[in-house]
């Protein structure tokens, strides 16, 4: 079975600084995605980033970026020139790219961490 | 508008009171599913559905149910809620073949 780390359970930044979010995941399987989810006060979630596994190259949305070690099962979130509006709960998730398992299309999520993001 | 309807948004209800939580979609997804979201622990999935008439226990399944009688909806139901089960309760689906989730708003589930 797949798990997902996060182990900052609150994390704070200073508005247009820079903060990392961290996320380690253990898996057997070769081929998987990867994902960053924002969760407001409103309770919607929110996807802010995908990372499939195979590809190398790091992905990227305007001021969120991942640092994606494959080898190392490391996912960490990179969100540059903070927002107020950045401040959530983050969750990482990881979910399998075989579609012929009886887990396809299950996320499993990490913990969870608090962004507060200070004036 | 694409979307997942999840209702109620807030329940409180007594010990052993039959509820039910509703969840339609309108994106004809095949695969539905619910979590629910306690503090420390993320969101761990209850039940899904591949799709009519297909559903599969997850990881927390103990105390719930689900059927899958129509493609758009997936309720879940709890026979006999317990104060355990006190949580946010978040239904979703996604396309076969896609690696995007549809969320619905959240139901949040108070059992005293």
């Known amino acids: 079975a797949q798990t997902v780390t996060q182990s900052q359970p609150e994390m704070s930044v200073q508005e247009a600084e820079t903060v990392t979010l961290s996320c380690t995941y253990d898996?057997?399987?070769?081929?998987?995605?990867l994902f960053w989810y924002k969760q407001p006060p409103s309770r919607q979630m929110i996807l802010v980033i995908r990372?499939?596994?195979?590809?190398?190259q790091n992905a990227t949305e305007n001021r969120f970026s991942v640092n994606f070690q494959k080898a190392a099962k490391s996912f960490s979130l990179k969100i540059s020139d903070s927002q107020l509006g950045d401040a959530a709960m983050y969750f990482c998730?990881?979910?399998?790219?075989?579609?012929?398992?009886?887990?396809?299309?299950?996320?499993?999520f990490g913990q969870g961490t608090i962004l507060t993001v200070h004036p | 508008e694409a979307q997942v309807t999840q209702n109620p948004r807030y329940l409180i209800t007594v010990t052993g009171k039959k509820l039910t939580v509703t969840c339609s979609q309108n994106?004809?997804?095949?695969?539905m599913s619910w979590y629910r979201q306690d503090p420390g622990l993320g969101l761990r999935q209850i039940y899904y559905?591949?799709?009519?008439?297909?559903?599969d226990k997850g990881d927390v399944p103990e105390g719930y149910k689900v059927s899958r009688k129509e493609k758009r909806n997936f309720p879940l139901i709890l026979e006999s809620p317990s104060p355990n089960q006190t949580s946010l309760y978040f239904c979703?689906?996604?396309?076969?073949?896609?690696?995007?989730?549809?969320f619905g708003q959240g139901t949040r589930l108070t059992v005293v």
């Open positions: 979703a689906s996604s396309l076969r073949g896609s690696t995007e989730a549809f």
């Open positions: 898996t057997s399987e070769s081929d998987y995605y």
């Open positions: 990372q499939e596994a195979y590809k190398q």
């Open positions: 998730a990881y979910r399998s790219a075989w579609a012929g398992g009886t887990s396809y299309g299950k996320l499993t």
């Open positions: 994106m004809n997804h095949e695969y």
């Open positions: 559905s591949m799709n009519v008439e297909v559903t």
